[in-house]
């Protein structure tokens, strides 16, 4: 088992607008307060991917003109490179932006953004509100029912074919479309998921599963003092009403 966690993040200053460094800052200090390594890289616009160059790929959200950019850049120059990396079983988290990338495609209009069709899912922008909140899921990811608080704010709905699983059930908020009860997409190692806001530093339960599911732990890391963690949880679990 390896003792230093390699992540890669995925357009990190393209699709960044969700405080998605903090769930990166998290995971670094998560592995550094049990003494793991933490190796921090990037692959931007243009640049193959090997699958084999990080334990953990991250890729978070963006405005409508990076996504676009990004999506090209997913579909044309990287997609190989993250199927081979989910097959082989990295763990994969996807946020907001991000996720809507990871299935087939995503119409804004007109115009459909191709995905990478590493999981069975659309995503169309409706012409009708965003859908914004505070919101918690109930998710099982092998030790029983938890929740996950976040925060949402996104035009897309998202539907998963008839086959995936989703991350999780709706508590409070609108989750994948406002009306399927679901939240986000689970297969594997691989997570896509609205919640954000920084997701991690309010469920950092969640950040230990994908450090252990990344370094290919089957037991649980040994535990922190999460007092300051699990105060930021009730809160947002708090303001979602759950």
Known sequence: MADTLRVCALYPDLM???????????????C??????????????????????ADLFYIGGGQDRDQKLCALDLAEVKREGIHAAAERGAA??????????????????EETLPGIGLVDLTTVRSDG????????????LG?????????????GRTRLGAAEQP???VLRGHGN??????????????????????????NAWLADWLIARALGRDTPLP??????ENAAHVEARRAAGA
């Open 143 to 155: 030790d029983g029912p938890r929740v996950l608080a976040g925060f949402e704010n996104h035009g």
């Open 92 to 109: 994969l988290l996807a946020v907001c932006g991000g996720y809507q990338l990871l299935g087939h495609s995503y119409q804004l209009g």
């Open 32 to 53: 550094e307060w049990r003494g793991l390594g933490f190796e921090l890289s990037a692959s931007g616009l243009g640049e193959p991917l090997d699958p084999d160059a």
């Open 177 to 202: 479309d406002g009306r399927s009860g679901v939240e986000g997409v689970r297969r594997g190692n691989v997570i896509g998921t609205y919640l954000h806001g920084p997701l991690l530093p309010k």
């Open 16 to 30: 960044n607008i969700y405080a998605d460094r903090g769930n990166l800052l998290l995971l670094q200090r998560r």
């Open 223 to 228: 535990p922190l003092d999460d007092a300051l």
């Open 167 to 169: 991350l999780g059930r």
């Open 129 to 140: 509100p965003r859908l914004i909140g505070n919101v918690a899921i109930e998710v099982d």
